[in-house]
């Protein structure tokens, strides 16, 4: 099996991984499942995990009363880290707003239950 890996000058590179392999510097990357998501392949793997991403934030986010009082709307991106055992780590935010944010990293502790 290969594992996709960024590099620090952000050039995406595939590295065979096994126990005599030495990594160093970048981020092995390998597609995160939710639960009963077969693996297909990377590409495939990806949209559908991105699908299935999309969904658990819509249904989780709740739009902030005082984001709404105050009249602050807007998109926030979000990058993150899943471990092996679905917990969500390293999360980084950027919006119009702290509080949108904040709402934004609130989801992380709703179950995603992946697995890599």
Known sequence: ????YLTNDNLLKKIPLDSSSIFKGGVIEEVPLFP????VNDLTDRKTFNTLMQL????????????IAKNISGRVSIMFTIDKKGNVGDIKTKGPAPIL?????RIRHYPINCVS
């Open 56 to 67: 658990h934030i819509g249904s989780n986010f709740v739009y902030p009363k005082e984001a």
């Open 101 to 105: 944010e904040n709402e934004a990293r």
């Open 1 to 4: 099996m290969k594992y996709d």
């Open 36 to 39: 009963n998501q077969p693996r």
